[in-house]
């Protein structure tokens, strides 16, 4: 299957915001771990909860690993969000067209991620998890969706499409 022109570059665009907003979310944990409202977050418990015990085979890599931490779970998670940025992007457009698109898709992410994986992974979170914690991880990625979406006209095509019409018009003689 081939992609449009169109289709690579909402995707780009949805790498982009979903990084971003990755970011966006790496700060918000900073300050609600800072004050200790969250003891670990989800990249940080997967990595040293379950990615550190295979390492130990592995003395060099745990090394490295161990000694850059916390800059790989932060690209871990700016990955794991621009996955995510990739995919809303490629959401039919009559859901893109709602205001709520952005923030029903962090939340929706951050649901998948409790049902699914942490309990799959085994990570604590998954069985015991403070509902303050469970307030902030729903917080912050509500703040995701708010800033992946944007306007949210970005991924809808028809916008940027007409965009280009007009300005073609606008440069003829």
């Keep these: 299957m081939t992609m449009s022109p169109e289709q690579r570059e909402r995707i780009a665009a949805g790498l982009l915001r979903g990084t971003v907003a990755a970011m ?3 700060a918000v944990r900073q300050v609600t771990t800072g004050l200790g409202l969250v003891d670990q977050t989800p990249p940080d418990a997967i990595l040293k909860q379950r990615a550190l015990g295979p390492l130990v085979r592995l003395p060099g890599l745990a090394h490295f690993v161990a000694t850059r931490q916390v800059a790989l779970v932060e690209l ?6 621009a996955g995510g940025g990739a995919a809303f992007a490629l959401l039919p457009r009559s859901v893109l067209r709602s205001r ?11 649901a998948a991620f409790e049902a699914t994986i942490a309990p799959v992974l085994g990570l604590d979170q998954a069985a015991k998890i403070r509902a303050v914690e469970r307030l902030m991880f729903a917080g912050d990625h509500v703040l995701y969706g708010v800033v992946l ?8 095509p028809e916008r940027r499409l007409r965009g280009r019409r007009h300005r073609r018009r606008l440069a003829r003689p």
């Design 100 to 110: 709520w698109a952005g923030p029903g898709y962090g939340v929706a992410t951050w």
């Design 149 to 156: 979406a944007g306007d949210r006209r970005w991924a809808l």
């Design 76 to 81: 871990a998670h700016w990955a794991y969000g």
């Design 24 to 26: 966006t979310m790496t």
